[in-house]
């Protein structure tokens, strides 16, 4: 049997894409084949040992090239930049489930699964890249969503009001937007493309709002009150709107949540 942690440390602490993708794979295969042991496996490495590609380069997210989608320059620069995304969430979907050690063992599962999805979504934007000439790697990208992952390193509750609830749930409020775009300027394979990816993310989020208050189940916290003081913990400048109310409910938000977040953003 394979064991889940040893097969996190294959992908979390080697550069190569290739590698991180099939350590996914394999780990995703053994799970569904019952070939999988999630019992504790070695000492759990600091997260500043995380290895990523040497490209795309990352750089400062001001850095990031901005281009209208009425181009074709432009709709590379928005599906690489998603790309880097999904890419990123796998190594974040891995990393928290590496990293908790006290958390029961679906958990364990549910993130896994989170990373395999994570996964296909990269597959096919990189494909969707090369159908158009360029591949994942070709541009720069910045490195905001791992920079949450280090500040949260320590606190899985603040990791799962910072990630699922905050950063992946944004692209719940955006994606919307970026579909209707891109089939306004005839896209339709890379909206179809992000329709898949949105249907995904909400159950994320999901999982995401499950198990925060889980957490704060354990702990004995109010989740409301928990979450929000989080986001001022560890959020400079709050979040913006609009928010995706529907999609939002759908993946664990309360209507107290969204009118807090309307009220701030």
Known sequence: MSNIHALAERCLFQ??????LAATRVAWSDQENGRLDLTSHGVVRPIA?????????RVDPRQVPQRKLTTLEGRVALLHALAHIEFTA??????????????????????????????????MLRQRLRELGADYGDLPAHGGLWQVATDT??????????????????????TPAMIEKLERVG????????????????????????????????????????????????????????????????AGFSERELSVLDQQG
């Open 90 to 123: 796998i190594q974040l979907a891995w990393d928290i489930l590496y990293r908790f050690r006290d958390m029961p063992d679906q958990f364990r599962i549910d993130w896994l699964g989170v990373a395999e999805e994570e996964g296909r979504h990269f597959d």
């Open 15 to 20: 550069p190569a894409v290739e590698d991180k």
């Open 187 to 250: 896209d339709q394979a890379s909206a179809d493309h992000l329709k898949i990816i949105l249907r995904d993310e909400v159950g994320h989020v999901t999982l995401g709002s499950r198990w925060f208050h889980w957490e704060c189940r354990r702990r004995g916290v109010e989740p409301e009150d928990a979450y929000f003081g989080l986001l001022r913990r560890h959020l400079k400048g709050g979040l913006r709107g609009p928010f995706n109310r529907e999609a939002r409910l759908a």
């Open 153 to 174: 390193q320590d606190d899985v509750l603040a990791r799962l009001a910072l990630v699922p609830r905050c950063m992946e749930a944004r692209g719940l409020d955006v």
């Open 49 to 57: 040992d995380a290895a990523f590609p040497e490209r795309p380069l």
